[in-house]
DNA sequence: TTGTAAGCGTTATCAA
DNA sequence: TTGATAACGCTTACAA
């Protein structure tokens, strides 16, 4: 165990008493100069350090919030996370992640069971009451409307990734709608006007907002939209081959995946019936993960801005923390920008 | 706010002393059967939650280990923190995630300037102090000796993915050495002779041991080794391109890379040329990354267990934190085998 | 300018 | 079987 120095002993080796000590390193003006340079020596010399747990127990605040994530290991969370940690770093803020690990534990089999969902965070909530944080990050794992705290439990909250249920907190999103829209709208600005999509989950909201999108964009540019060149896969490689099938047999030109495992299952179709990617078919990914810049050709994709979310999402609670009678922020969606990254799987139709 | 409930108030509430409370929630046996089911009930219908600080103030003991990561954007820490963090949930302990965010502030800038890392080390371990933790978990973002570690800093300590110079702390790594001898078992057996190797940088720990396996394989075999095909690369997709080029040019079969990156790059270069991967030229990989599986052909690698690495790391910490007279375990090295996966980029030599 | 004393929420000790 | 009391390390009124 390492060896531990409080500020009794502080105070005893200064010939001073522990109230001295103390308002000098909260840096009270209430002491003699000649004093605190003294017991300031002594501080630096024996490296001494508070006692966190003391501090926070009298102070009644422990200036650390908790950073519950849903997985750490989906491929959005870390970058959030980082970003919402830097923030708090230079808010002085302790950051404590709760991996909820909900992936991990049953893969996507806890969606629509709420029951394996609060089995792990109940306990996390109490974890929280007990250390006392001053606020809650919750970064979900996908988008969706998330609704799983008690109503007891009352602690300034951010959601990042999902969208709190009836308003109760603020919420950092993306904005899938522009997102489905700007990609329809450079796959016509290339002269595309048969496109296929290859959307996620039917009833997911990231779906629903980027279809939304993507009809906007055809309907201003008068082209016509037809439903049954839109199909629903499960977000898995799998799902981008079976549907990209049927979508080359409809005669698309291109082909726009909601998420960039997709259009690698797309690629793997297209390969496989001899078609060139980029030129016979066009192919649009959706998160920019790093594995779109590997695939041949790199694959056009729209950027998540991940770290972005976090910094935001950090940045709401520590405002809402710090600044207690701002409660009209509860209901407050921020909705965050993707951004295009052109790469080599679209080709302007002659 | 959230309202918080205390045992003074537990104990107001059933009519008995604080301490009947304490010992009644610490499961001691002297308490009389009556009033333990009268207070447990009042317990449960408050939702008593202990204060943790106040708890581990009294108790001596956090019951809380620090993770300490360099980067939480290096691809290999999410799995080992998850892992690791699940052995400690098993096992009752807190973990809190420290970042350093050593690639986020200065990418590769910081490997030789021990001043950066301790910059923001020391602060860390400030705070570890100052917290309380009854160890550290030291997750590297890649393998080297580390020695960062102030001599007055004594808590218990495991190093992961990184060595503990002059064996201070137990440490949990790959066995590199076999890793590079059963790809270049591998290759041998598919016919191939004439192997280039693109390494990664010259000092490199992993480079030396992964190059030691290697030549120790081509020696058993008898197959002659050349260290003009030996090419050391920086570990991203450009120095693959750049190499294979020169390897290409001196006949090789097969390339084997120390990272999916380079090989990535050791692709581009031979699409580039009209070569056919994996008939031409067969290639392999070092990690298992994500990106390695959406290679055309799928990639041929060897996958590092980190998981394994995480988990193991937390079982050496956590023993040695409630088994403190076994301090023999400080020059401990534990080495984890990686697991070849076989995919489509080698090619059996006729 | 400095020190005294009380209290934050627990739990361990000891007395009743 | 229960309860009073002190202590963990710190901060903060308030008194000196």
Known sequence: MCTVITVKEIAQMCNVSPSTVSNILNGRPNVGEETRQRVLEVIKETGYQP??????MRKQSSKMISIVVEDLGEFSTP?????????CDD??????????RLYDKW???????E??????????????QSIRVDGMLYIAGHCRHIDYFPKEFKLPGVIAYG?????????????????????????????HTCIGVIAGSDNNLHTRSRLDGFCKALQERKVPYDPRLVRYGDWKRGSGY????????????????????????????????????????????YDNKELSKYLYPALTTNEIPLR??????????????EDKEQEATGGMLVKLPCEMRYRDSVDKLK
Chains 1, 2 share one sequence.
């Open 242 to 285: 079976q549907e990209a099938a049927y979508l080359v047999e409809q005669g698309v030109t291109a082909i726009f995946c909601m998420n960039d495992s997709m259009a690698a299952g797309v690629y793997d179709y297209l390969r496989e019936k001899g078609l060139t990617i980029g030129q016979d078919i066009s192919v649009v990914g």
């Open 51 to 56: 006692n966190y747990f003391a501090q926070s």
């Open 115 to 128: 029951d394996k969902v609060k089995s792990v965070l109940l306990p996390l909530i109490q974890e929280m």
């Open 308 to 321: 972005v979310i976090g910094q935001k999402a950090a940045e709401l609670l520590i405002d809402h923390i």
């Open 163 to 191: 969208i709190s249920e009836g308003g109760r907190y603020p919420s950092v999103v993306i904005d899938d709608e522009k997102g489905g829209y700007d990609i329809a709208r450079y796959l016509i600005e290339q002269g």
């Open 91 to 100: 808010m002085g803020y302790r950051a404590i992640l709760m991996n909820m």
């Open 79 to 87: 970058p959030i996370v980082e970003a919402a940690m830097a923030y």
């Open 107 to 113: 893969q996507k089999d806890w969606y629509d069971d």
